[in-house]
């Protein structure tokens, strides 16, 4: 079965220019999870959906970054306008719910961010 | 959520159980004990995940104190491959809602 699938993996762009990361979950999954990842912050929760609704976003940092799930096999992170403090990696994950058990999350591979 | 404390790092040699600790103090009734590894350059990879009963899979086990204060994740036969940074989790079982990793364990496996 395929896991989560995140591109692009990796991505360098100057400072000032939009960037769009994409997630496709895992099929069946009703979660989605943006996280991000930096050597100073570890790995911070940015926004999580639930059926394709935002359910909490609390982490996400600024206006700047944006999150959008149109259907359920596919969801983006914007970056609009970019800075270099956004260097990081980001990863996506997804998992199902199945009556009150927890199901886990499973992550993707990351797209590592660096913005010059 | 309940706090975790870890140890920054650890080693173990290969072939040996490696034994994990993790703090909880603050844990509530009904918040669930979770553990996640990153291998290097990897996502995190669920491992197990516990209430206050002992728990085992194909990955490992997983032992809860009896006051849920403390917990130990035992990889029974140490690999190679084991070497990753482990997280200790505290987090509702209510639905799959957010997790908040700390700076988690760095095992190291030793040749």
């Known amino acids: 079965d395929a896991g989560v699938i995140q591109s692009p993996r990796h991505e360098v762009t100057e400072m000032g220019q939009e960037v769009t990361l994409r997630c496709k979950p895992i099929s069946g999954h009703d979660y989605l999870f943006w996280y991000r990842q930096t050597m100073m912050r570890g790995l911070e929760l940015l926004i999580y959906f639930n059926n394709n609704v935002p359910i909490d976003d609390s982490g996400m940092p600024e206006d700047r970054f944006s999150a959008k799930m149109p259907n359920a096999s596919f969801s983006t992170l914007k970056i609009q306008p970019s800075e270099p403090r956004d260097s990081a990696v980001y990863f996506c994950?997804?998992?199902?719910?199945?009556?009150?058990?927890?199901?886990?999350?499973?992550f993707g591979d990351g797209t590592r961010l660096s913005i010059l | 959520d309940a706090k975790t404390t870890q140890p920054p790092s650890m080693d173990c040699a290969e072939g040996r159980a490696a034994n994990l600790p993790c703090n909880h103090s603050?844990?509530?009734?009904?918040?669930?004990v979770y553990w996640y590894r990153q291998i290097h350059s990897q996502g995190p990879q669920y491992i197990i995940h516990g209430l206050k009963n002992n728990e085992t899979n194909e990955m490992a086990s997983l032992i809860i104190t009896e006051d849920r204060k403390s917990s130990t994740l035992i990889l029974p036969h140490a690999t190679l491959r084991d070497t990753a940074v482990y997280y200790c989790?505290?987090?509702?079982?209510?639905?799959?809602?957010?997790?908040?990793f700390g700076t988690g364990t760095r095992l190291t496996i030793i040749p």
């Open positions: 989790i505290i987090g509702s079982n209510f639905g799959n809602e957010k997790l908040t």
């Open positions: 994950a997804s998992s199902f719910r199945l009556g009150r058990g927890h199901q886990p999350q499973h």
């Open positions: 603050t844990i509530s009734g009904n918040e669930y």
